[in-house]
């Protein structure tokens, strides 16, 4: 999903994308709950254009997923995508 969408549920998988290969150093979730920031798994471990996030378990609410890299020159990139969960609805 991109960044701002709303969905019914927490997605599969999230990919971030880049326009030159990086090399992800982390990739956090930040959830609107009071929840305490969580480190996601993402691969490939090497270098490469895209990554991908299995699982992500986002929470109801709002979720920033803040991901950090290292371009090919060794300066340190970062950025974040927002996700919307909705509640569950009984």
């Not at 990086?22 to 480190?39: D, F, G, N």
């Amino acid at each position: 999903p991109k960044s701002g969408a709303v969905l019914e549920r927490s997605p599969p998988t999230i990919e971030i994308k880049f326009e030159h290969p990086v090399r992800m150093t982390s990739v956090v979730v930040l959830a609107a709950a009071a929840q305490p920031e969580r480190k996601l798994q993402f691969s490939p471990a090497e270098s490469a254009s895209t990554f991908t996030v299995t699982d992500p378990a986002l929470a109801p609410g709002r979720n920033e997923i803040q991901w950090k890299a290292l371009s090919r020159d060794g300066h340190v990139i970062s950025g974040s995508l927002i996700m919307v969960i909705k509640p569950a609805t009984p």
